[in-house]
Each structure stands twice: as C-alpha cells, then as structure tokens.
Nanobody, 115 residues
Framework: QVQVVESGGGLVQPGGSLRLSCAASRSILSLYGMAWYRQVQGDQREMIARIYNGGRTSYADSVKGRFTISRDIVKNTVYLQMNSLKPEDTAVYYC?????????WGQGTQVTVSS
C-alpha cells in the first residue's frame, strides 16, 4: 500500500511558474515509478510526466520543454516544475505511484492559469 499526497497548486498568471510536490508514504526507490497526470472536467485523465525507478523520465508533447519532473529520494517526494504556464494547463493535477502492478492516486491539486 502506498499513499501519495499532492501540494502546491494554485492560481498563476499566464507565463508564470508553479512547483507541485507529491509526497509518498514509502521509499520511492521501492516503486516502479511515479507520474503526474492532469484532468479537465469532462475529459480523460492525461499523463504528462513520468519518472521511473532508475531515474529515466518521459513527458507528454504538450508539456515537453516547459515542465520538469524530478525527485528527492531522501524526502520520498516527486516534484513537477511547471514553467511558461498557459491557460490550457488549467486542470486538476494528480500524482500516481505504481508498485507491484498496483496503481495509487493522490487526491489531486487544482492549477488555474488565468490573468
């Protein structure tokens, strides 16, 4: 069992930056990987960034070059640094952890990009 808790969402102007955090209840090195998803009401949840156990990362084309996923092994926390934010980045952002074939979700954090 893994619990993950997101934080760091909020309101930001277009072109601004935010950093989201996802704290895991166990060592993130024991997990297959962790990822950030986002969801706009009425749409499917979209994977935007993933970091694997070995440190390899992958990104959705929509955020490549603007968002960076990273981790702090000591704090068991994964981060999503979001730069050059656009109104279309507005969504609820979810953290996902994968371990032993099971998927665990956080409660989500709202990010709103608006002037």
């Amino acid at each position: 069992q893994v619990q993950v808790v997101e934080s760091g969402g909020g309101l930001v102007q277009p072109g601004g930056s935010l950093r989201l955090s996802c704290a895991a209840s166990r060592s993130i090195l024991s997990l297959y990987g962790m990822a950030w998803y986002r969801q706009v009401q009425g749409d499917q949840r979209e994977m935007i960034a993933r970091i694997y156990n070995g440190g390899r990362t992958s990104y959705a084309d929509s955020v490549k070059g603007r968002f960076t996923i990273s981790r702090d092994i000591v704090k068991n926390t994964v981060y999503l640094q979001m730069n050059s934010l656009k109104p279309e980045d507005t969504a609820v952002y979810y953290c996902e952890a994968e371990q032993g074939g099971n998927i665990y979700w956080g409660q989500g954090t709202q990010v709103t990009v608006s002037s």
